[in-house]
Every structure is written in structure tokens, then in C-alpha cells.
């Protein structure tokens, strides 16, 4: 496996990292935090004005005919600069599962950053991956929380016992409520009440978005395990303490030694993942084992970070807590680490040995 980018997907990314590094200084971030919707708008639209948002959708619906590869690199960027905006929700979510599965109809203006779609796929309780919700005829019915950037959506892909179906947020029977989030932006908890649905694809299609979210997960936490790595080897270079920077230290830079050994962890695992994705072969144990190091080391990256930073770590003026409570959502988002352990060592011990 060759997990060096090409010339085309080393512009992809230099392009990603200029216009988030130039839109994501603090004061811009902090000023976002501030708003209702806690979501920078004209930022997206400058991701899509750019090409970056509909990078991996259909060139009919004004997208860019990239692969998932493109997608994980534009997804890196966002989560190494912080930045607040919904990519996850529409280029790791649904963006995918309707351009693979005939929505076209359903992406319009999403790629010039006009409308949001997001995918509604927790239930209260229960395992993300068997739904109970239900359709009878075309109508739907169930209740689905934490569903990112639903206060924003037009559209939901939404699981269901017997597949994935899309249903519009503005239709009869659905009622979007904001639910409050560890990283500050705002998700929602959506009912629908036998709400008008658009079959979509069949039970195999849950497994399919699935593991492409959490893949997409894997390499957001990469990149903003990056970051907060390397935000951590900065201060501990510039802060002095009894006349010589705290990096000089043993027990300092063994721990930032450590930090940054699990955030290669999490980086080579999760590549791994959404590598065999692109390339089409089987990747159900790899996303398994990118999201359990996604969630076991990226909360270890970060307590380092702010066990090296100490006092500063936590206060909002500096950049750290924004990576941290970033990874504590994406830690849990789609199962944490102790799922993910489980379902790794149910598909290894049902693997006939040869």
C-alpha cells in the first residue's frame, strides 16, 4: 500500500490547507463560537467556490468526479485547522450515499455550498448499525439524535431497518430540535412522525455509508491529532520554567514522544481504511481497527497535549481546546473505542483460519 499523494491530490490539499489557514485565526474562530449556529457559513461557501466541498460528488450536480481519497484529504484539513464548518455531515455523510446510490436529485446546490444534507443515523439507544426505524408504504417513522448539522439540513439520509431512504427536512411529520454538543456545534434530534420518504438502497447500503463515515472520522482525527501534537512541541520549545524550556526536560518530551507515536498510529490506520475504500477492496476490519486507534489514541494525544500545556491548555483563548473537545465527539461519534474493539474481534473470530 501507497499512501503518498499524487501532484493532483498534493494541490487538493495545498489548496484545503491555504483557504482554511487564511479564514481559521482564533479571533475568526471565536467569533463563530459566539453565534447561534456556531457555524461559519461564508467559510463554506468559499470551500465550495473553491471546489473543495463538492470535490467527491457527480459532475452533474456541479461536483468534481473525485474519489474518497480526495474527500479524506479535504476532511483532513478541516480538522487540522479547526475549522467549524459542515464537511463531515456532507462530504463523509451524505454527499456519498447519494451520489453512489442514484440521489443525484437530492444534491442540488450542495456542491456550490447553497444547501447542507446530512445523514440521520443514531438512534436513543441501540446499535447504529441496526435501526429500528421503521417505514410503512413511503412514510417514516422513528427518532434519530445527534444528527450533524441537522439544525442546518434540507435534506436527511436516514437508516432505517430495511435500508437508507432520504427525507426532507421541511416535510410534513419532521421536527428538527437542537441538541447541544461537547464541541460546541449545535446537532439535532429529529422525529419523523410518518414523514414522505424516498427509498434510497437496501439494508446492505447501512454498512456501505458506515464504514465510509468512520473512515472519514479516522482521518479527522489524524489531522487534528496533528495539529495538537504540533501545538504541544511548540509550547514545550518556548516555555521556560527554572531557565530552561520545558521541552529539555525528560519526562516532557517522552510524553510528547509518546503523543506523537499515537497520532501516527491513528494517522496509518485510518489511511489505511479509507485507501482500501477507494480502491474498492474489503475494509470492514481495517475501519474497525482505525476507529478503535482513532478513539483510544486520539483521546491520549490530547490529554497529553494538555497535560504538557497545563493551565493554558484550557483557556478559550488559546487554540487547545478546540482539538480536545473536537476529539472527545469524534471519540464517540459512531461507537467508541470499546465498540469498535468488540466488533474487530467478532469479524476476526468468525475468519476461518486456512
Partial sequence: MDFSLNADQEALRDLARQILADRCAPERLKAVAATDIAVDLDLWRAMANAGLVGIGLPEATGGGEGGFLDVCIVLEEVARAAAPVPALAVMGLAGPALAHFGGGSHLEGVAAGERIVT???????????????????????????????????????????????????????????????????????????????DRLAGPDAIDWLLDRATAAQCVMMAGLCDAAVGLTADYAKDRVQFERPIATFQAVGQRVADARIDAEGVRLTAWQA?????????????????????????????????????????????????????????????????????????MLAETPVH
Fill in 274 to 346: 479509507a485507501w482500501r475504500l477507494d480502491a474498492g477492496l474489503p475494509a470492514a476490519e481495517q475501519v474497525a481497527a482505525a476507529k478503535y486507534w482513532a478513539a483510544e489514541g486520539g483521546q491520549r494525544v490530547v490529554h497529553a497535549a494538555q497535560h504538557v500545556h497545563g493551565g493554558v491548555g484550557v483557556d478559550r483563548d488559546y487554540p487547545l481546546h478546540r482539538y480536545f473537545l473536537a476529539a472527545k465527539q469524534l471519540e464517540l461519534d459512531l461507537g467508541g473505542a470499546a465498540v469498535s474493539l468488540v466488533r474487530l474481534g467478532r
Fill in 119 to 197: 445523514a440521520a443515523l443514531h438512534e436513543p439507544a441501540g446499535d447504529v448499525r441496526v435501526p429500528s426505524t421503521c417505514v410503512e408504504g413511503d412514510r417514516l417513522t422513528g427518532v434519530k439524535v445527534c444528527v450533524a448539522a441537522g439544525p442546518l439540513a434540507s435534506r436527511f439520509v436516514v437508516s432505517a431497518a430495511d435500508g437508507l431512504y432520504v427525507v426532507a427536512a421541511d416535510a410534513a411529520g419532521v421536527a428538527v430540535e437542537r441538541q447541544d454538543t461537547t464541541s460546541g456545534v449545535p446537532e439535532a434530534r429529529v422525529t419523523f412522525a410518518g414523514a414522505a420518504a
